[in-house]
């Protein structure tokens, strides 16, 4: 017998190559599904082959007319039987491919569901991509009803606050007495020594006192003596590194002393150097960080590593309410392990600030899913 393979997208599309060839006295022997191409076990393509050979003993062609016609007759009819046997066969396995190849594509589309809105998050890659194997095995482990009804937000949530455990969240526990807000212009610094000021002193009531260093602009000192003269507590202005020596020493017996600065362009390498001039970095002196959510995480990451010498202690993100992606923050915590210590979301002092929480951040960012779906 004469075997031959025949390769095609479907069954019937293979048993029309068959019949091309050997015509209808073929015998197929087997048929076996095959994947070809992929990604990631995804978007693989299944192609059948077919292992069909003919007895060359047996004559089917009709036209040829030989003496053996009787025995061909019986086989014939033989023939067609095993026919329609096979044919139920190859539709059932028909069935059974289309069902197998709907639910890769269901697969395909929920994971790429997720990447996008992680993307647009502006979550890093490098999460994502470490994600994404997590998230399909958990599809891959329930039926379809059950991946219905499933709770994919938390079980995102949950992996994504697993993945920021090892940074710190939470504010300051009056453990050190300077506080010192640095940062790029604009980014709300002044403003968010206000509201811990506040919150220090109304909530708390703590002996708190402001010191800035932000002598560039009248109206900065301004701002910050408003605030204080609100409080009613005093605000020193540091020119040199004696005058901030000297309010360090004033203010000694002090639960808590917030020191403001000027915000420069982040891309000055000798802002650094000049905020070392003045203030007395030790190590009774805390480093906040202020960034904003509107900014790019590009930018954040370069901020964050020209200020880590000083060190940065700890991380405010500002301005929440200005945006609805909150990617940067994550990447920061999961990539960087920078602590976190307050959010802020308005303009009001001091209402509009809280102690950062690392599941509540990572709810906000799921939650514009349910939002934009
Ligand atoms: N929407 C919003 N605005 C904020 C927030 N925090 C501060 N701002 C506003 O941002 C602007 C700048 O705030 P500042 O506190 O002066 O910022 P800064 O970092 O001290 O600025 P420089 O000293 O000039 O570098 C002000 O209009 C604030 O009211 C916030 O959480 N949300
Ligand atoms: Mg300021």
């Not at 606050?161 to 007495?177: C, I, L, P, Q």
């Not at 602009?217 to 910050?224: G, K, N, T, V």
């Not at 808590?256 to 000027?262: G, H």
């Not at 920061?332 to 303009?347: E, H, K, M, R």
Request: proline letters at 2%.
């Amino acid at each position: 017998m004469k075997v031959k393979k025949y390769t095609a997208q479907n069954l019937p599309e293979a048993m029309k190559l068959v019949r091309a060839d050997l015509g209808s006295g073929a015998v197929i022997l087997n048929t076996r599904e095959v994947q070809v191409g992929g990604f990631f076990g995804f978007f693989t393509k299944k192609n059948v082959e077919i292992f069909a050979g003919l007895d060359q003993d047996v004559d089917y062609h009709p036209t040829k007319n030989t003496n053996k016609n009787i025995v061909k007759e019986k086989q014939a009819v033989f023939q067609d039987e095993e026919l329609t046997k096979e044919i139920r066969q190859l539709k059932n396995m028909v069935h059974s491919l289309t069902v197998q190849s709907k639910s890769a594509d269901d697969a395909a589309l929920f994971i790429k569901e997720w990447e996008n809105f992680l993307l647009s998050q502006e979550v890093d890659l490098t999460i994502i991509e470490e994600l994404i194997p997590s998230l399909s095995n958990k599809y891959e482990s329930l039926d379809e009803m059950e991946r219905d009804s499933y709770d994919w937000n938390t079980w995102i949530s949950s992996y994504l606050s697993a993945r920021m455990a090892k940074s710190e969240f939470g504010g300051f526990h009056y453990e050190t007495k300077f506080l010192n807000l640095i940062g790029p212009t604009g980014v709300g610094k002044t403003t968010t020594i206000a509201k811990i000021g506040a919150k220090a002193v109304l909530k708390d009531g703590k002996k708190v006192a402001f010191i800035t260093t932000d002598t560039y602009r009248i109206a900065a000192i301004d701002q910050l003596k408003t605030y204080a003269e609100i409080l009613n507590i005093p605000c020193e202005v540091a020119y040199t590194a004696d005058d901030f020596k000297k309010a360090k020493e004033k203010f000694e017996d002090y639960d808590l002393v917030l020191v403001d600065s000027a915000g420069r362009n982040f891309l000055n390498r000798f802002y650094i150097e000049e905020l070392q001039r003045i203030i007395h970095f030790d190590k009774d002196m805390k480093n906040y960080l202020v960034l904003s959510l509107t900014s790019k995480y590009r930018d954040m990451e370069t901020i964050y590593s020209q200020f880590k010498s000083l060190p940065v202690h700890k991380v405010i993100f500002t301005k929440k309410d200005e945006t609805t992606t909150y990617g940067s923050l994550l990447n920061l915590a999961i990539l960087n392990s920078v602590p976190i210590g307050y959010v802020t979301n308005g303009q009001n002092v001091p209402d509009d600030m809280f102690e950062a929480d690392a599941d509540e951040l990572v709810q906000a960012l799921v939650k514009e899913k349910l939002l934009h779906a």
